[in-house]
């Protein structure tokens, strides 16, 4: 996954667990398991790609704003 999928899919998935919220704590449970996972990735994304931040809120901050972007399309 490049950075912009994992970005998108990091903010996709702190949606869908503030979405779950009290009426389904065992979804949400399993929502921020995953979007614990995804934010590792996403660090390591923007190390790999020389992209600055100060820690875990600077970069939950940046997939926001590449998530608000455009998607990029590219050819296969």
Do not use: C
């Not at 899919?9 to 979804?27: C, N, W």
């Not at 995804?38 to 939950?60: E, G, T």
Request: aromatic share 4%; proline share 4%.
């Amino acid at each position: 996954m490049n950075l912009e999928a994992i970005a998108r899919a990091y903010v996709k998935s702190v949606e869908l667990e503030e979405q779950a919220g009290a009426d389904a704590p065992s979804l949400a449970e399993d929502l921020a398991s995953l979007r614990a996972d995804l934010h590792a990735l996403l660090m390591d994304a923007l190390r790999q790609s020389k992209i600055p931040f100060a820690d875990r809120q600077d970069a939950a901050r940046i997939a926001f704003e590449i998530a608000r972007q455009p998607a990029k399309v590219t050819s296969a």
